[in-house]
């Protein structure tokens, strides 16, 4: 413990010593020792941490070191670096302290300063390095700081003991200068030099990060997340390399409060997230040349989808990601993948609140894509279409499956060239197998009805498709229908070769004579079912014998 002297010049004489201590730290880059000098300065306030909070009314001589620390970071924001850390939890105490009503003013007595309690006393032990006599030399201004403020000195006649003057009630001073030290001091960051804002916003996240997590009875204090936000909205016109060091930081910072139990704060998190994002993608129209990752923009949404338990907020991220896609859809370019793998997520989601209008905006943006977007785009999302029809939903799913279809009637009567179509009906015809994978007894009519939609597309755009595609579809949407997999129920699949191998039986009738893929396809699918078991075996036997006499009269 640290005595205050009876002396308010003394006091402030005190701060000024100790601020011209760190500036000298700062000017030889001893970023831990200026570190310690600014802790010392925050703790003479009184304000150093929310749980440390014990007044509501402190002594003058707290605001004159309140004064020294906003002076001492406007000043020389440029050399403190991790010291930046205790401004801000300095900031957020004084915010806090204007919440709370069960603490009481400062007794006019002799005013005790708390050191770190985590950092005893002790005499300071010669490093073997470069800087060693200058860390010993600022130990020792450190001391002889210590020993000045523990002495008890004669008050001259005209000074005032500082145990006689009446306390300063925060919420006073906070309401006038103190909050307009504390904007003054936010609003310049944009000032701040390059490597300088980066420091800065990342003590920002380490110190929002702290007060998030600290318990309190109004739950958990926001004052250091929102000012991360304004920060980040004031410094947005950085250049780009810049703009990206600051945007990991901060959107980590962002996903990790959107997680939080208090839904209040993670539906702050995420609304800002939303703010900032649509920011940056207006502003990349505007200036290409200050963040053109679109993508990078969007991953925070991604990561919010993969790490967040409650599925509130993943609801809330889709909707932010459809009004990015509403709003900025021209101007997304790479971020289309982030918005994919959202979408994907989405797709595996058991919460229908969240995967439903995930399909709906995958719907919306589907069609925006057939009708302006490459193939590889359009193949992209229609994969991505493909993992719905596995939702656990049954409506969902199916709701898919039909969208599938659409999607390749879509395709067949475009005006995109015949290679583009082959493809694009190919990767849609790839996709209505997917169900075949789920076992719930309640898949077994989505599994129908995804292959009898399938065939359905196969005949009406067979004709279009040559012998490279033809193969494509056999390999990758036939075959699998009849596929005898270790496991499946042998008259479940006797049962599935009896339905559909009649439009196998088409499909090989309408293509004799250009290709024989599907006279061979036949070939593997009648070997493959004697693992089946007899009775598919024998269904088998008696169509592909039925489905040979056709293709005999056919040739003839």
Sequence with gaps: MVKMSGKKSTVKKTCQTCSSALALAGQLSLDRLCERFMECLVRATGFALIP?????????????ALHEVFRVASARGSMLHGAWRHVFHCISTLEYALSVTDVTAEAPTTIVIPEDASTPTRQPVPRKSSFSPFTRFFDDIKNRINEELSATPRIPEGEVAIAEMDPVAIQDWMAEEGFSLVEKLMSSSR?????????????????S??????????????????????????????IRLVWSRLWMVASANLVSASCLSDLSVSMYSVDSLRQLVGKLLARAKLTPDSFSDHEDALKPFISLMKQCGNSTIRELTVQCISQTVLVHSGLLASGWKSVLHVLRLAAADRARAVSAPALLLLEQALAQMLASGDADTVADFVACVGL????????????????????????????????????????????????????????MSLQQHALEVMFQLLERTIDDLDAAALLAVVDGSVKPVFAAAP????????????????????????????TPVFFDALVDVARDSFRVGPEGSAELAHLALSMGFGIAVVLK
């Design 487 to 514: 496991g499946v129920d042998a008259e479940l699949m006797a049962v599935r070769c009896k339905q559909y191998l009649p439009h196998f039986y088409q499909a090989l009738e309408a293509t004799v004579g250009r």
């Design 388 to 443: 719905f029809t596995t939702n656990a939903d049954f409506d969902l799913a199916l709701s898919a499956t039909n969208l599938l279809l659409s999607t390749g009637e879509t395709v067949a009567a475009s005006g995109r060239g015949a290679a583009e179509k082959q493809r694009l009906t190919c990767a849609v015809l790839q996709q209505f197998v997917r169900p075949l994978a789920m076992e719930a007894e309640t898949s």
């Design 191 to 207: 000032r701040l030099g390059d490597t300088t804002i980066v420091f800065y916003v990342s003590a920002l996240c380490a110190a």
């Design 209 to 238: 990060q702290v007060e998030l997590n600290e318990m309190n009875a109004y739950g958990p204090s926001v004052t250091l997340l929102q000012k991360l936000v304004e920060t980040l909205h004031h410094n947005m016109d950085r």
């Design 52 to 64: 440390e909070l014990k007044y509501s009314a402190v002594h003058p001589f707290r605001i004159d």
